[in-house]
Nanobody, 131 residues
């Protein structure tokens, strides 16, 4: 199975923006029942889901900590899912992971995804925000 590969991380100042990308050499195992998500893991903390998109309807969901600042989107033609991050804060500093849940449904945006829901993880990309 091809694994997602993240890119776009880096070091920025508070208030700036970054756009993360997650590409897979083949999305053949991803279908309209799948959910794609971005998780993050700050230093010394648990990994948390922050943005989810259900491919069946393109519905999205966000954690309260990023709502209004981050946007998840999908370019199915390029087999890439994006996370646009605006108005970054120091507390956004974390390793960011692309994730996939296969054979899911609308529940993934209605109730959110936990780590145990995920079938496939990317390798992660670091985002550091300084004040």
């Amino acid at each position: 199975q091809a694994r997602p590969v993240e890119s776009g991380g880096g070091s920025v100042q508070a208030g700036e923006s970054l756009r993360l990308s997650c590409a897979a050499s083949s999305w053949g195992y991803i279908d309209k029942k799948s959910c794609l998500a971005w998780f993050r893991q700050p230093p010394g903390k648990e990994r948390e889901g922050i943005a989810t998109i259900y491919l069946g309807t393109s519905d999205t969901a966000y954690a309260d900590s990023v709502k209004g600042r981050f946007t998840i989107s999908l370019d199915s033609a390029e087999n890439t899912v994006f996370l646009q991050m605006n108005s970054l804060k120091p507390e956004d500093t974390a390793m960011y992971y692309c994730a996939a849940r296969l054979n899911a449904g609308p529940w993934c945006t209605a109730f959110g995804l936990e780590q145990t829901d995920i079938n496939l993880w990317g390798q992660g990309t670091q985002v550091s925000v300084s004040s």
